[in-house]
């Protein structure tokens, strides 16, 4: 089992809806987590970190569950522009990051 | 504040053939990493820098060196290339191992025939 694991999708929504992913990982231990955003051909850029407590950045939030393992992002009002891939992120020790391989989403007009 | 850049953007080498690829932070960032992505297989950690004149082996390591002589650049070496090399590699740097943001310059397209 990969240790962190995404639907890859592809995620085919219209603007405006609403869409939600969630990453699961394997290694209880893990203490921060984080979403970065990746457009095609380009590099990954922080979308958001995840705190215990949950936390939201404009349209976006980002959710930890411990207990399931999991974290999901929800996007709300889905626009053009957030057609991307998105990678879930667990440090997964010292000075190391563990890379899910991306759930990609499509916004369509 | 050019943040992470990257030299070449796009590199053809033939199998047996050496090249340096060097990644440059303006950001007086202490870590530094390098990165290959590979389709179905995601980021991969290649070596990475805790600070200047340090070097560490990540995930797949082999048939890469690197150095870390000055604290804002990370060379990346490919002494004989190989088809299995062929893949996008991103340098990236952040303030610390912590958790932070890592930083991502905007990759080197490597083909290796």
């Known amino acids: 089992r990969k240790e962190v694991e995404q639907d890859p999708g592809p995620f085919n929504v219209p603007e405006g809806a609403t869409v939600a992913f969630n990453c699961t990982y394997s290694?209880?231990?893990?203490?921060?987590f984080f979403w970065y955003r990746q457009d095609c051909r380009k590099e990954p850029k922080l979308l958001m970190s995840?705190?215990?407590?949950?936390n939201e950045d404009g349209r976006f939030t980002a959710q930890l569950n411990r207990a399931s393992q999991y974290i999901s992002l929800l996007i709300r009002d889905s626009k053009l522009s957030d057609s991307a891939t998105y990678l879930c992120?667990?440090?997964?020790?010292?000075?190391?990051?563990?890379w899910g391989l991306g759930t990609s989403l499509a916004v369509n007009p | 504040n050019a943040g992470v850049t990257q030299t070449p953007k796009f590199r053809v080498l033939k199998t047996g053939q050496s090249m340096t690829l060097l990644c440059a932070q303006d950001?007086?960032?202490?870590?530094m990493y390098w990165y290959r992505q590979d389709p179905g297989m995601g980021l991969r950690l290649i070596h990475y820098?805790?600070?200047?004149?340090?070097?560490a082996k990540g995930e797949v390591p082999d048939g890469y060196n690197v150095s870390r002589l000055k604290k804002q650049n990370f060379l990346l070496g490919l002494e004989s290339a190989a088809p299995s090399q062929t893949s996008v590699y991103f340098c990236?740097?952040?303030?610390?191992?912590?958790?932070?943001?890592?930083?991502f310059g905007p990759g080197t397209r490597l083909t290796v025939t």
């Open positions: 290694n209880s231990a893990s203490q921060s």
């Open positions: 992120v667990s440090k997964g020790g010292a000075r190391k990051l563990i």
């Open positions: 820098s805790v600070g200047e004149g340090t070097t």
């Open positions: 990236a740097s952040s303030w610390s191992g912590g958790g932070d943001e890592q930083y």
């Open positions: 950001m007086n960032h202490e870590y």
């Open positions: 995840v705190y215990s407590s949950g």
